[in-house]
């Protein structure tokens, strides 16, 4: 499919989070049995809680990390907080799911207060077992860096959705 | 105050004197002055330079404070220091002389260690290094001018409008604003409340307003067609296994045997005799 097609790069994924790069494994998420595609509404009350996430590859042995970030904090208009880190787990085994690796950074209920947000779901395949230690601190997570830190290479999979306040009418106010 | 200037060879080494005199040094210059260092002006120890600095008698205000983590450091390591910041600030103007090359004044305030309120222009100078712009004090800066003097001073600027969006921890000066010349007297941000200004202000907001507007309707149209396209590949891919399975169903039904015959029906045989 062409470049300009691709969901992750039109909504902006790609540039703002992630370079370009091509997928590999499968990755679902589904807050209770909604399944996030990309660009897809969800209301603050239905990803309270962490989602189900099923990965693909085929070797138990390969560990992925697992990365969900909001690139638009605090507001789209002005991420000065780009990105905020809302979950981190890494060990996940192959052909498993989150809940079977290692919650490096517990999950964060999204809240958004000012604009619509984009919620993204990275996948990274481990070269082995590794230890990852937790930033200080959720804001101003860099996704790239934290990559590069760790070896990460390219992601093998994304997946993004949008949340806005729970009463929100979409967009900008002021 | 006699002329003062990059040339220092008639003055009597010895008795270097005269405010700022010192500062406007290279850093090479000034290690030669304090031949008595005993050590290379890398590995000095910020309190022990500027002891020796005090004990030529070039400072006019000795009240200069160093922070105690300052003043453990070694010139090497405030200098690296320096570094790691100019690389951060992309927009520095500042040539990247090597340690020798800058001078004192530039040294000392790049590594924060001016910290009292006077003399004015090491406060202004200091102040460059946070990312705001005070006012500038221009009478104080005239006075005190020396030649060496080259600490680049940011002239404010009206922020380009679409800017507005970001923070002001990002500087964003424009090129001409950062060498800062020593005759500036323009300063626009002088807080005078005449007609044009605000008349300006209006339109610049106007424009800001705009910008992000224009943002924001990108950012919602991005945000549509990104999901419209994702239907639409989703909708390709389950039409495809629908086919596949329907095609899959009926290869099925064909071949197969047919259906398994009603249970067979008993028959006798024989009778069994009783």
């Known amino acids: 499919m062409p470049r300009d097609r691709e969901p992750l790069s039109v909504g902006r994924v790609i540039g703002d989070v992630l370079d370009p790069f091509t997928r590999s494994i499968s990755l679902r998420v589904n807050y209770n049995s909604r399944e996030v595609n990309n660009g897809c509404e969800l209301k603050p009350s239905h990803v309270v809680s962490q989602p189900r996430v099923d990965i693909g590859g085929d070797d138990l042995r390969t560990f992925y990390t697992l990365v969900m970030v909001d690139p638009d904090a605090p507001s789209p208009s002005n991420p000065n907080l780009r990105e905020y880190l809302h979950w981190l787990v890494t060990d996940i085994p192959a052909t498993t799911g989150a809940s079977f690796?290692?919650?490096?950074?517990?999950?964060?209920?999204?809240?958004?207060?000012?604009?619509?947000?984009?919620?993204?779901?990275?996948?990274?395949?481990?070269?082995?077992?590794?230890?990852?230690?937790?930033?200080?601190?959720?804001?101003?997570?860099?996704?790239?860096?934290?990559?590069?830190?760790?070896?990460?290479?390219?992601?093998v999979a994304a997946v993004y959705f949008n949340c806005q306040r729970e009463s929100g009418s979409g967009g900008r106010r002021r | 105050m006699g002329s003062q200037g990059g040339s220092f060879e008639e003055e009597n080494p010895e008795s270097l004197i005269g405010q700022g005199s010192l500062f406007s040094l290279t850093l090479d210059e000034?290690?030669?002055?304090?031949?008595?260092?005993?050590?290379?002006?890398?590995?000095?120890?910020?309190?022990?330079?500027?002891?020796?600095?005090?004990?030529?008698g070039a400072w006019s205000s000795p009240g200069l404070t160093l922070s105690s983590d300052l003043s453990k450091k070694t010139v090497e390591e405030v200098w690296r220091n320096i570094q790691q910041k100019k690389r951060r600030d992309a927009d520095s103007q500042e040539r990247n002389a090597p340690l020798g090359e800058m001078t004192l004044e530039d040294f000392l305030v790049k590594a924060g260690v001016v910290t009292e309120a006077a003399p004015p222009q090491q406060q202004e100078s200091a102040q460059w290094m946070q990312f705001q712009h005070p006012s500038v004090q221009k009478p104080p800066y005239q006075n005190n001018m020396v030649a060496g003097f080259m600490q680049g001073h940011p002239v404010q600027q009206p922020l380009p409008a679409a800017d507005a969006a970001y923070p002001?921890?990002?500087?964003?000066?424009?090129?001409?604003?950062?060498?800062?010349?020593?005759?500036?007297?323009?300063?626009?941000?002088?807080?005078?409340?005449?007609?044009?200004?605000?008349?300006?202000?209006?339109?610049?907001?106007?424009?800001?307003?705009?910008?992000?507007?224009?943002?924001?309707?990108?950012?919602?149209?991005?945000?549509?067609?990104?999901?419209?396209?994702?239907?639409?590949?989703?909708v390709y891919h389950l039409e495809e296994e629908n086919e596949r399975l329907r095609r899959q169903k009926e290869a099925e039904v064909l071949p197969c045997a047919p259906p398994p015959e009603p249970k067979s029906q008993l028959r006798r045989t024989s009778s069994t005799p009783f």
């Open chain 2, 168 to 234: 002001d921890s990002q500087m964003n000066l424009s090129p001409s604003s950062l060498m800062g010349t020593s005759s500036d007297t323009q300063n626009p941000t002088r807080k005078r409340v005449a007609p044009g200004d605000v008349a300006e202000k209006t339109v610049e907001r106007k424009q800001k307003r705009m910008i992000k507007n224009r943002e924001s309707a990108a950012r919602s149209r991005a945000r549509r067609q990104a999901y419209t396209h994702e239907l639409e590949i989703k």
């Open chain 1, 101 to 155: 690796g290692q919650e490096v950074v517990c999950y964060e209920s999204p809240r958004p207060t000012a604009g619509i947000h984009r919620f993204v779901f990275v996948l990274f395949r481990q070269l082995g077992r590794q230890t990852v230690y937790a930033p200080g601190w959720r804001q101003n997570f860099k996704t790239r860096d934290f990559a590069e830190l760790y070896n990460l290479g390219s992601p």
């Open chain 2, 30 to 56: 000034v290690q030669d002055q304090l031949g008595n260092l005993g050590k290379p002006l890398g590995s000095v120890n910020l309190d022990e330079l500027l002891k020796s600095v005090d004990n030529v």
